[in-house]
């Protein structure tokens, strides 16, 4: 099982971008999925999630400008970012809690990170 995020790039401040996360293997259900973002030099911190039912939830720092949502058909999680800050310069990771037999345990599941950086 792996995940695979994609869409990070460059962008002026005030611009957007789509972060996509596309879970793949031996899949037998997705719980809980959710975004991070490491800063040089900083801790990794959580940005959104959403659980399997569709609740959302925010960090304060991107509440209003940022929506997480899920594609449960396509094992996929997306990070709509608008109104882009310099701060939000990251690598941006998706994380996943991902069931590979119908009875098993909820494991925990990175992928690689996608860079975004915001110019000023």
């Known amino acids: 099982v792996q995940l695979q995020a994609s869409g990070g790039g460059l962008v002026q401040t005030g611009g957007s971008l789509r972060l996509s996360c596309v879970a793949s293997?031996?899949?037998?259900?997705?719980?809980?999925m959710a975004w991070y973002r490491q800063a040089p030099g900083k801790e990794r911190e959580w940005v959104a999630g959403?659980?399997?039912?569709?609740?959302?939830n925010y960090a304060d720092f991107v509440k209003g400008r940022f929506a997480i949502s899920r594609d449960n058909a396509k094992n996929t999680v997306y990070l709509q970012m608008n109104s882009l800050k310099p701060e939000d310069t990251a690598v941006y990771y998706c994380?996943?809690?991902?069931?590979?037999?119908?009875?098993?345990?909820?494991?925990?599941?990175w992928g690689q990170g996608t860079q975004v950086t915001v110019s000023s």
């Open positions: 293997g031996s899949i037998f259900g997705i719980n809980g």
């Open positions: 959403i659980t399997g039912g569709g609740t959302t």
């Open positions: 994380k996943a809690g991902i069931r590979t037999r119908s009875i098993g345990p909820w494991r925990d599941t």
